[in-house]
């Protein structure tokens, strides 16, 4: 479809095919179909969408205290953590509370302000911060659309690197993200989708094949102006919406199981 609407022939099998269209395709597959995932609904399409249940926060186990100064002290727990991040020390006897990481040399210890007082050997490192004390680490995907504590939205979230970040107080969270291109099957995209993602290869292939700025951008206007917000509107259709009017039975219909 994309060839056609460009006005090239079509090949039989790009994987099989070593010459130019094929060739760019394959290039560029991935690329669109990423970019074809990410826009849409703000809630992803509803065929891409995952739920992630229970993502643990994020933490380490502890194994040695160790004196790094007077002021300071080591910490060996494998870790993600960096200089300036504030980590919550729990399951101690000497060492409970929150603390400034000072540096980081490796990934398996920290150094933290904290006067060196035994070895405990033991306890639980957890990354935290002033603003948004909790962190969770995000899925594979292309985006994360929404996460919940116990069914209810968290509203104050922002993504940092492979993390979700909050300061809802819990030890778990859920999240509804969209699957990254390798976890879509194909044979699932809804023809809505389809449209959308064919129409996008035409216009990465405008350039590439035929030297058309200008088809180029007529590509691009007809997809973010017409194409996209039609399947969006479509992908929207594809629910069960609870009726709450009461017109069935104010025509005299019965609301009663009849036997």
């Known amino acids: 479809m994309a060839l056609t609407r460009l006005g090239e022939k079509p090949v039989s099998n790009v994987d099989t095919d070593s010459e130019n269209p094929s060739v760019v395709i394959n290039a560029i597959w991935d690329v669109v179909l990423e970019e074809s995932l990410f826009s849409g609904p703000e809630q992803g399409w509803k065929f891409a969408r995952r739920r992630f249940h229970g993502i643990d926060r994020d933490?380490?186990?502890?194994?040695?205290?160790?004196?790094?100064?007077?002021?300071?002290?080591?910490?060996?727990s494998t870790h993600t953590l960096i200089a300036g991040d504030m980590v919550e020390i729990t399951g101690t006897t000497s060492y409970d509370g929150t603390y400034d990481v000072v540096s980081v040399s490796?990934?398996?210890?920290?150094?933290?302000?904290?006067?060196f007082v035994a070895d405990d050997a033991t306890g639980t490192a957890k990354w935290t911060s002033e603003e948004f004390a909790y962190r969770f680490?995000?899925?594979t995907s292309t985006r994360v659309t929404n996460v919940q504590v116990g069914g209810v939205d968290i509203t104050d979230w922002?993504?940092?690197?492979?993390?979700?970040l909050t300061n809802m107080e819990d030890e778990?969270?859920?999240?509804?993200?969209?699957?990254a291109p390798a976890a879509v099957t194909i044979t699932n995209f809804p023809m809505h989708f389809v449209t959308v993602l064919w129409r996008t290869l035409a216009s990465h292939l405008a350039y590439d094949l035929v030297q058309n700025i200008n088809l180029q951008n007529q590509l691009i206007q007809e997809l973010e102006r017409i194409h996209i917000p039609r399947a969006i509107g479509m992908d929207n259709r594809e629910q069960y919406v609870r009726e709450f009017s009461k017109s069935w039975t104010e025509v005299g219909r019965t609301t009663s199981l009849i036997e």
């Open 59 to 76: 933490s380490s186990a502890i194994t040695v205290f160790a004196q790094e100064s007077a002021t300071t002290t080591t910490v060996t």
């Open 106 to 115: 490796t990934t398996v210890s920290f150094v933290i302000t904290a006067t």
């Open 137 to 139: 680490a995000r899925p």
């Open 158 to 164: 922002p993504r940092e690197g492979d993390y979700v």
């Open 172 to 179: 778990e969270v859920d999240m509804l993200y969209v699957a």
